[in-house]
């Protein structure tokens, strides 16, 4: 373990302090007035931090080049576990995603962003040399629709739309040309009606309050109201650790998972949650540092899509808290409360470490 740890490279550090503050604000966020009913979501995080610290840490060992040769299989049976989901799966929230395992649930959408990162990146390094040809990108689509088919069944739109931008990166840096990138997008845009009339309800609520959140400011659009107003309310410095009013005083719904960020703007302000943001970015800009360094294929396409979903997870996640995307419901990558997202989140860093390991002993 020694070797892994002097051979990793500095963002791990970086996501230690993430961390850190997840802990921070998870303790905030399940603090109440005395004598509130309140759940401690910050130690239950902690035992879900250091199971993600030894799922990395197996993942380094067992290396990356073998996760994406066993990328197939373990993408076969995520998708069993997607299908077991809607037979085994727990409802909540009006939504079946969960397969309950005693004292702790598991999400498969969760681990089908990593089991689909391998599959892909195996596929297309497979066939690179026709990486080009209609079929083999008719191949990588139909890889693509069959999990998002079953997450959106669920439902849950938000985990089912960010396969899309992973698989137009892995395409791209394959090199696919952007002529029929653009082709699959226009397809995608004509369909995009027919997506309209299989979302739920609530989801299309949720889309039509984005355009106006007082159209239902008690019902669809009063969590945006209420985030909008706890980050607002933050002003430069916040209102400081445990002292937000719209966390404290339980106006703000789902603080500990998807609306973390509020809890994080509201009592750390627009200087907390910029140092956040630049500890995300430092994160990404490594990891496509690492990516374009790489000496192998599918080193640069595995890696370049890892940066890519975490990236779109913060940027989708932050967005929505402040109003300026729909609420689809993704959490906040290593922040929110949740071990099935930070788990597959931190086996991601397993293999981005594994990456950077190797590029280093060349």
């Not at 604000?25 to 005395?34: F, K």
Request: hydrophobic share 55%; proline share 4%; net charge positive.
């Amino acid at each position: 373990m020694d070797n892994i740890f002097k051979k990793a490279d500095s963002f791990l550090l970086i996501i230690g302090v993430i961390l850190f503050i997840a802990f921070l604000a998870l303790y905030s966020a399940s603090y109440g007035p005395e004598g509130a009913a309140v759940r401690d979501y910050s130690t239950q995080q902690l035992m879900w931090m250091g199971i993600a610290v030894i799922a990395l840490l197996l993942c380094v060992k067992f290396g990356y080049e073998r996760c994406i040769d066993f990328g197939y299989i373990i993408f076969a049976a995520n998708l069993l576990m997607l299908v077991s989901v809607f037979v085994l799966g727990d409802v909540r929230y009006g939504a079946r995603r969960w397969i309950g395992l005693g004292v702790f649930s598991l999400q498969p959408s969760e681990f089908c962003k990593i089991s689909f990162l391998l599959a892909l990146t195996k596929y297309v390094s497979d066939n690179n040399e026709n990486i080009t040809d209609p079929k083999t990108i008719l191949g990588a689509v139909i890889l693509c629709l069959l999990p998002m088919g079953l997450i959106m069944k669920q439902p849950d739109l938000g985990t089912a739309l960010i396969f899309l931008p992973v698989f137009f990166t892995i395409l791209l840096v394959a090199g696919v040309r952007i002529k029929h990138l653009m082709m699959i997008v226009f397809l995608a845009a004509a369909g995009s009606p027919v997506l309209w009339s299989m979302l739920k309800l609530y989801q299309k609520k949720r889309l039509l309050v984005f355009m106006n959140p007082n159209i239902d400011p008690l019902g669809a659009g009063y969590t945006i109201i209420q985030s909008r107003i706890a980050v607002g309310s933050g002003g430069l410095f916040g209102k400081g650790w445990l002292s937000g009013t719209q966390n404290q005083l339980n106006f703000l719904p789902e603080r500990h998972t998807d609306f973390i960020f509020s809890v994080i703007g509201e009592e750390w302000g627009f200087l907390g949650a910029a140092i956040l943001l630049s500890l995300f970015l430092f994160l990404i800009s490594r990891f496509l540092s690492i990516a374009d360094a790489a000496n192998d294929i599918r080193a640069k396409t595995l890696l370049s899509g890892i940066a890519v979903l975490i990236w779109m997870q913060v940027f989708i996640n932050i967005a929505m808290t402040i109003g300026l995307m729909p609420v689809v419901g993704l959490p906040l990558p290593f922040i929110s409360y949740g071990g099935s997202n930070l788990l597959t989140t931190m086996i991601m860093v397993g293999l981005a470490v594994s990456i950077n390991m190797k590029h280093k002993m060349f």
